[in-house]
Nanobody, 116 residues
Framework: QVHLVESGGGLVQPGGSLRLSCTTSGFTFSNYAMSWYRQTPGKERELVARITSTGSSTTYADSVKGRFTISRDNAKNTVYLQMNRLKPEDTAVYYC?????????WGQGTQVTVSS
């Protein structure tokens, strides 16, 4: 059975940092590109960052470039999102996604709230 479990969310002040983790099981992690998405009420889920299966290439939304870093540890079946210089507009539920060709899996999400 496939599981993607996000952790590391919470409340942080503007300018602060958080590190999200997504621990996976039930599929061959090293064969999948991994992504982080986020969603706020009433809006569509948006791509935040993506990393290829080998970790050789990453992609970021313009809104997070230079502040967020995606990484993965294929030995631990885990993908990370380091978020620095957080802004109130980064407040959202953050979801982990695994994708290979037409197969995709989602986690349940973790809430990130940036507020003073």
């Amino acid at each position: 059975q496939v599981h993607l479990v996000e952790s590391g969310g919470g409340l942080v002040q503007p300018g602060g940092s958080l590190r999200l983790s997504c621990t996976t099981s039930g599929f061959t992690f090293s064969n999948y590109a991994m992504s982080w998405y986020r969603q706020t009420p009433g809006k569509e889920r948006e791509l935040v960052a993506r990393i290829t299966s080998t970790g050789s290439s990453t992609t970021y939304a313009d809104s997070v470039k230079g502040r967020f870093t995606i990484s993965r540890d294929n030995a631990k079946n885990t993908v990370y999102l380091q978020m620095n210089r957080l802004k109130p507009e980064d407040t959202a539920v953050y979801y982990c996604n695994a994708k290979r060709i037409t197969i995709g899996y989602w986690g349940q999400g973790t809430q990130v709230t940036v507020s003073s």
